[in-house]
């Protein structure tokens, strides 16, 4: 299959050889396979298969794009697109500067990151996973729903600079398991992701979840006060924070347009928790990473933030360009970010639980709706849910009902900060909609961040 993308490629090439402009080619194959359960059953149960050939034509300052759902076998109608993209950059508006068609100086390929069992997995597979992962768990109060998404990812890349071409592919999947009581309205949610089959583990959310079945289904639920609270965060709060922060912390393009909390000043400077270090690390397979760039740049560790000291920028070729910056080998469809662990040996709910402790602790495992408030300050808002524990200094554990964080992510990773816990775990940030982009955060299990505000305080689930 990769010989036929390929050639099939090369053959793309050779045609838009004749046009008055440079083209670029980028070929995404995705074969996904979904399973939806809602009330204890299945509610979905598909797959498809789609290729996407997105074509840019370039001349100087004009860009131009053209993407469509095809086929390896419909060359005359990719041929057509590309006389579509030829003929569009002719009536586009020119940009400000000039954008950079990379030349690919060898032919690359990797496939490090692709599992065959794992792209081989069948729907009985994907429904002995949930039944281990619900086991004894079910009632006729408590039903079951979620998601289990797998699948492989193909990329391949050509342009009119160069013959040779890049390519890419990787399996994934991403689990989201979650248990509802019809009467009371309460959730709890377990998750995993995966690279691998080998990593797929239905008894670690089956051992999250009977824990918080317990403690839901025995502790007493209430409204919280107002005010500040010492925060355990768990990996899906930890992923999305890094995430957001991605998105508006150390993105050169972003800064320059406004959209960052942090500024060429602090680079070299303590802006964060010592205990806090974020690196760009495409060598982690759990990322599902690109070890070269779209541009063809060798794609090596980047330290991002270490033990508090903002590094620098990621950039872009294109941010690159039309800023004047070099680029860092950030032109890829995501990073592959990870935040090192801490010192402290926390490695289950019930270890969480059960650590001493001098004042309440509430336990936020899932942040729900998280928006920017504003960009510049990094300040986001967000609800907790599924799950969520208040850990009192007696001892005991209540249910507390959803809450609101109103926050800036410099205090959320500064020097509130009190620990992160040894181990770590990849959580999947892959989004939905659009073509599959499998992306993971390898993240601590927990993050402690003391005197926090709580905003709002829900009167019910």
Same mark, same amino acid.
């Given at each position: 299959?990769?010989?036929?993308?390929?050639?099939?490629?090369?053959?793309?090439?050779?045609?838009?050889?004749?046009?008055?402009?440079?083209?670029?080619?980028?070929?995404?194959?995705?074969?996904?396979?979904?399973?939806?359960?809602?009330?204890?059953?299945?509610?979905?149960?598909?797959?498809?298969?789609?290729?996407?050939?997105?074509?840019? @034509?370039?001349?100087?300052?004009?860009? *131009?794009?053209?993407? #469509?759902?095809? %086929? /390896?076998?419909? $060359?005359? !109608?990719?041929? =057509?697109?590309?006389?579509?993209?030829?003929?569009?950059?002719?009536?586009?508006?020119?940009?400000?500067?000039?954008?950079?068609?990379?030349?690919?100086?060898?032919?690359?390929?990797?496939?490090?990151?692709?599992?065959?069992?794992?792209?081989?997995?069948?729907?009985?597979?994907?429904?002995?996973?949930?039944?281990?992962?619900?086991?004894?768990?079910?009632?006729?109060?408590?039903?079951?729903?979620?998601?289990?998404?797998?699948?492989?990812?193909?990329?391949?890349?050509?342009?009119?600079?160069?013959?040779?071409?890049?390519?890419?592919?990787?399996?994934?999947?991403?689990?989201?398991?979650?248990?509802?009581?019809?009467?009371?309205?309460?959730?709890?949610?377990?998750?995993?992701? @995966?690279?691998?089959?080998?990593?797929? *583990?239905?008894?670690? #959310?089956?051992? %999250? /979840?009977?824990? $918080?079945? !317990?403690?839901? =289904?025995?502790?007493?639920?209430?409204?919280?006060?107002?005010?500040?609270?010492?925060?355990?965060?768990?990996?899906?709060?930890?992923?999305?924070?890094?995430?957001?922060?991605?998105?508006?912390?150390?993105?050169?393009?972003?800064?320059?347009?406004?959209?960052?909390?942090?500024?060429?000043?602090?680079?070299?400077?303590?802006?964060?928790?010592?205990?806090?270090?974020?690196?760009?690390?495409?060598?982690?397979?759990?990322?599902?990473?690109?070890?070269?760039?779209?541009?063809?740049?060798?794609?090596?560790?980047?330290?991002?933030?270490?033990?508090?000291?903002?590094?620098?920028?990621?950039?872009?070729?294109?941010?690159?360009?039309?800023?004047?910056?070099?680029?860092?080998?950030?032109?890829?469809?995501?990073?592959?970010?990870?935040?090192?662990?801490?010192?402290?040996?926390?490695?289950? $709910?019930?270890?969480?639980?059960?650590?001493?402790?001098?004042?309440?602790?509430?336990?936020?495992?899932?942040?729900?709706?998280?928006?920017?408030?504003?960009?510049?300050?990094?300040?986001?808002?967000?609800?907790?849910?599924?799950?969520?524990?208040?850990?009192?200094?007696?001892?005991?554990?209540?249910?507390?009902?959803?809450?609101?964080?109103?926050?800036?992510?410099?205090?959320?990773?500064?020097?509130?900060?009190?620990?992160?816990?040894?181990?770590?775990?990849?959580?999947?940030?892959?989004?939905?909609?659009?073509?599959?982009?499998?992306?993971?955060?390898?993240?601590?299990?927990?993050?402690?961040?003391?005197?926090?505000?709580?905003?709002?305080?829900?009167?019910?689930?």
């Amino acid at each position: 299959m990769k010989e036929i993308v390929l050639q099939t490629l090369a053959n793309l090439r050779e045609y838009a050889l004749g046009k008055k402009c440079e083209i670029a080619l980028f070929y995404h194959e995705e074969d996904s396979y979904l399973m939806r359960f809602a009330n204890s059953a299945i509610s979905l149960n598909t797959n498809e298969h789609l290729i996407r050939l997105d074509i840019t @034509a370039y001349a100087g300052r004009k860009r *131009a794009s053209y993407e #469509l759902i095809t %086929d /390896l076998g419909k $060359l005359e !109608e990719m041929k =057509g697109a590309i006389d579509t993209a030829a003929d569009m950059v002719n009536h586009a508006q020119p940009l400000s500067y000039e954008p950079t068609v990379p030349i690919f100086a060898e032919t690359f390929a990797d496939e490090a990151a692709f599992d065959p069992l794992l792209a081989q997995m069948n729907t009985e597979d994907r429904l002995q996973y949930f039944n281990h992962a619900v086991a004894g768990l079910e009632s006729a109060d408590l039903k079951l729903s979620g998601i289990f998404s797998s699948g492989t990812n193909t990329i391949a890349q050509i342009n009119t600079r160069s013959p040779h071409t890049q390519f890419y592919r990787t399996t994934d999947a991403q689990v989201s398991v979650v248990l509802a009581h019809a009467a009371l309205k309460w959730e709890v949610q377990a998750e995993q992701s @995966a690279q691998k089959m080998a990593e797929l *583990a239905p008894e670690r #959310l089956r051992h %999250d /979840l009977a824990f $918080l079945v !317990e403690r839901y =289904g025995h502790d007493t639920p209430r409204q919280i006060p107002l005010g500040a609270y010492d925060v355990v965060f768990g990996p899906a709060a930890i992923a999305e924070l890094v995430d957001t922060m991605g998105w508006i912390g150390f993105s050169g393009g972003m800064m320059k347009r406004g959209y960052s909390f942090l500024t060429d000043e602090q680079i070299g400077h303590k802006v964060f928790s010592d205990k806090v270090s974020l690196i760009d690390d495409p060598r982690r397979l759990e990322t599902f990473p690109f070890r070269r760039d779209f541009t063809g740049m060798n794609r090596a560790p980047f330290p991002i933030i270490e033990k508090g000291t903002f590094k620098g920028w990621t950039w872009t070729q294109d941010d690159a360009d039309e800023f004047g910056a070099k680029p860092t080998g950030h032109t890829v469809a995501h990073k592959s970010l990870v935040l090192d662990g801490g010192q402290q040996n926390v490695r289950s $709910l019930k270890d969480l639980v059960t650590l001493p402790r001098e004042r309440e602790v509430l336990y936020i495992p899932f942040l729900h709706y998280m928006n920017i408030v504003n960009p510049s300050k990094g300040i986001i808002t967000a609800s907790s849910r599924f799950g969520a524990l208040l850990l009192k200094d007696d001892g005991v554990v209540t249910i507390p009902y959803n809450v609101r964080l109103t926050q800036s992510l410099l205090d959320l990773f500064g020097d509130k900060v009190a620990w992160l816990s040894q181990t770590t775990q990849p959580y999947n940030v892959s989004k939905s909609y659009g073509s599959r982009n499998p992306a993971a955060i390898i993240v601590p299990d927990f993050m402690q961040v003391d005197g926090l505000e709580i905003s709002h305080s829900n009167t019910s689930y």
